[in-house]
Nanobody
């Protein structure tokens, strides 16, 4: 079992930045690929980005590529999401997730085994 706790959400104006953190506990963090997803009201949960177990491979949704950066610190059992140049369309609840399979950078909801409770990000115009 892995417990994930997100933090760092909040409200920001368009063009601003936020940094989300996801702290993991329970199992060896470096055994899991990690991902970030987001869900806006009335919409399905969508992939944002993922990072491999070692942190050497990353993958981004086209809508965030060049603006968001995922990273991880396996010594601190934490994955981060640096979000720059935020837009109102980025408004959503952001979830981190952990995948124990062999996939390097999984991008589908069903591939992930553990989820955090989510943190709200609101971007105003």
């Amino acid at each position: 079992q892995v417990q994930l706790i997100e933090s760092g959400g909040g409200s920001v104006q368009a063009g601003g930045s936020l940094r989300l953190s996801c702290a993991a506990s329970g199992r060896t963090f470096s055994n899991y690929a990690m991902g970030w997803f987001r869900q806006a009201p009335g919409k399905e949960r969508r992939f944002v980005t993922a990072i491999s177990r070692s942190g050497t491979i990353t993958y981004y949704a086209p809508s965030v590529k060049g603006r968001f950066t995922i990273s991880r610190d396996n010594a601190k059992n934490t994955v981060y999401l640096q979000m720059n140049s935020l837009k109102p369309d980025d408004t959503a609840v952001y979830y981190c997730a952990a995948d124990r399979s062999a996939a390097q950078v999984p991008s589908q909801v069903y591939e992930y085994d553990y989820w955090g409770q989510g943190t709200q990000v609101t971007v105003s115009s």
